[in-house]
């Protein structure tokens, strides 16, 4: 049965790609940290954007559920679908809004929002923003190695998450995934995908975005 359409793929191996390189040009001063870091934040917007537009296993209001029912998810008193489990859900929120605020304030760093910044503003503080910068690079990290827990997890449950985001794919018995029309796919307990032009008309607008606020500022 489909799973994950394909923009929400390339989003998981660029976003893994990205953040390595992001934290290894950090932590040893070498590389393009800067480039890096844009490019991750045209990558975070539109992960954003495909969140509210996308093919429903993407968006957040298929997999963010309540603590009450993440509780329940923990302990097994309910049973997963399809998609993110409601534990899951919520990784990926955490690990979207690390990656947020460590773009924002590089940006900052990087003085990409003077222009819009008082001189008396908790944004003028370099040391503060820096600090939160550092600390948010290092939260990454420990949610990196908690999300490489999960999978080993669930890999030992012969559960096979890495497969599924490669493919798109979680195995199933039958796989009774149809075409209704050109613009969607419906699976068989109504997961509706979206086309992956859409998705890449969001990118150009994310890109554009961020071009422009680089623009708009001087930075390029």
Known sequence: MKVWDLPTRLYHWLQALLCLGLLASGFSGNGPHEIIGIALLVLVLWR?????????????????????????YLTGKIKHTIGHNPAGGWMVITLLSCLLIQSLTGFILIGVFDIWISESSLLADSDLIGFVHALSARLLIALIGLHLLAIISYKLKHVPLVKAMFTGKQSTSTDLSKTTNSAQVTSSNGVVFKQNRLAFCCFLICISIVYSLLKMTGIV
Do not use: A, E, M
Request: hydrophobic share 40%; proline share 4%; with cysteine.
């Open 48 to 72: 954003f954007c495909w969140g509210i537009i996308g093919s429903d296993t993407s968006r957040f209001r298929h997999f963010l559920r309540s603590p009450l029912t993440v509780w329940y």
